[in-house]
Structures are given as structure tokens and as C-alpha cells.
């Protein structure tokens, strides 16, 4: 089955500097490459994703870069803010299927 | 936007008994549903794949007996928590894709379901 890595499972940042989430997968099939954000307690967010044609894609502070050789891809997060403080997950599609299969986990704490 | 909810919220219920879970589309119709399970501190680990008028796909090592899902209708996939304990606490969260396609891949989330089960 398809395995998924996710690092660094935390990350500290003071507000202002960047901040970097890798997620390798090992299905080279997949072709759909979201990240969530999820706050205590609640749902899954979608931020940003990505598809397999597509090398960078930017949302202001937020870009998903894909590396398909590779097999990873990453979350870049510039001028932090606290609110960014939340556990985000990548979840690579599995290829052929619609069920995306999350990574642990990335608890990101921005300090002022 | 695309709408998901699940009902209850929260539920609190002995050892033993049986829960109920519903997830709803409210504003576009789902042929594919997922439920996932995460515990404190944990990701989200994939259960079950749920389509409209047909059976469940199971995740390895989760008990279809013991998890029933049904999904009746293009807006509504239930699941079935049979002879909880306590080891079934956990945060039950529902997604889905909307079928006309529009969105791609992208699932919506249900706003979870707390499960305590004392």
C-alpha cells in the first residue's frame, strides 16, 4: 500500500521566518497532492494542493513544490504569524482511487 | 461552498451499546464518502470508503462487522459503531467528493464526531 512520510513531526518557529513541511510518498501513481491545517478539535482545512502536472503552485504566504521523480513534495510557509500554530498533514492520492492517505503529522508552533 | 455535516457532534455511550454516525452532503450530491478515525494526538487514518448503493471498501485491519456503513443515498452515509468499548473513543471525521466532478479531488470534511464510550 501506499506509505507516506511527513517531516519534521514539529516544527518552531518565531513569527516572520519561514517554515518548511517535506511529505514523501511512495506510490508513483499518485497525482493529487493536498495540505491540510487542522486546529485543535477541528476539521481538516485544505490550504493548498497541487496535481502532477503542475511543479509550484503559490497562494500568497503559502506554495506547494513537487518533485514526482522524487516521489515528495512540500508545504513553504513564509512570514509566519501565531495563527499559522496548527498540525499540518500532507495526504498524497492514491493512485487509481479517490481515498487520500494522510501523513503523522507536522505540529508547527509560531512564537511571537 | 461545497457543505459537510455529521451529527451528532459529540456522543457519550456505554460499553456495549451501539452509535450511530451520520454525515451529510447539505449542498451537492456525494457518490463517494470517507470516514476516518483519529485519536489525541494522531493523524487520520482512513477507514472506509463509502459508495452510494453499494457495499463499503474497507481499510486493512478494520472490522466491517463491527463498523457498518451504509450509504443510502447521494447526500447521507452512515456509520454504525456496533458493541462499543472503550478502546472505539475517538474523533470520527466523514469527507466527501462531489460527483459532478467540478472540484477534482478535493474532499470536504465533516466537522468530526467525539465518540466517549464509558
Known amino acids: 500500500g501506499e506509505n507516506v512520510e511527513q517531516h519534521p513531526s514539529t516544527l518552531s518557529v518565531q513569527e516572520g521566518d519561514s517554515a518548511v513541511i517535506k511529505c514523501t510518498y511512495s506510490?508513483?501513481?499518485?497525482?493529487?497532492f493536498p495540505w491540510y491545517k487542522q486546529e485543535l478539535g477541528k476539521r481538516p482545512q485544505l490550504i493548498i494542493d497541487i496535481r502532477s502536472n503542475v511543479g509550484e503552485k503559490k497562494d500568497q504566504r503559502i506554495a506547494v513544490t513537487l518533485n514526482k521523480t522524487a516521489k515528495h513534495f512540500s508545504l513553504h510557509i513564509t512570514e509566519t504569524q501565531p495563527e499559522d500554530s496548527a498540525v499540518y498533514f500532507c495526504a498524497p492520492r492514491v493512485g487509481g482511487y479517490n481515498k487520500l492517505i494522510f501523513g503523522a503529522g507536522t505540529r508547527l508552533a509560531v512564537h511571537p | 461552498g461545497a457543505v459537510v455535516s455529521q451529527h451528532p457532534s459529540w456522543v457519550i455511550c456505554k460499553s456495549g451499546t451501539s452509535v450511530k454516525i451520520e454525515c451529510r452532503s447539505l449542498d451537492f450530491q456525494a457518490t463517494t464518502m470517507f470516514w476516518y478515525r483519529q485519536f489525541p494526538k494522531q493523524s487520520l487514518m482512513l477507514m472506509a470508503t463509502?459508495?452510494?448503493?453499494?457495499?463499503?471498501?474497507?481499510e486493512q485491519g478494520v472490522e466491517k462487522d463491527k463498523f457498518l456503513i451504509n450509504h443510502a443515498s447521494l447526500t447521507l452515509s452512515t456509520l454504525t459503531v456496533t458493541s462499543a468499548h472503550p478502546e472505539d473513543s475517538s474523533f470520527y471525521i466523514c469527507?466527501?467528493?462531489?460527483?459532478?466532478?467540478?472540484?477534482?479531488?478535493?474532499?470536504?470534511f465533516g466537522p468530526g464526531t467525539r465518540l466517549t464510550v464509558t
Open positions: 463509502s459508495n452510494e448503493g453499494s457495499k463499503a471498501t474497507y
Open positions: 469527507s466527501a467528493i462531489e460527483t459532478s466532478g467540478r472540484a477534482g479531488y478535493e474532499q470536504y
Open positions: 506510490d508513483s501513481a499518485s497525482n493529487y
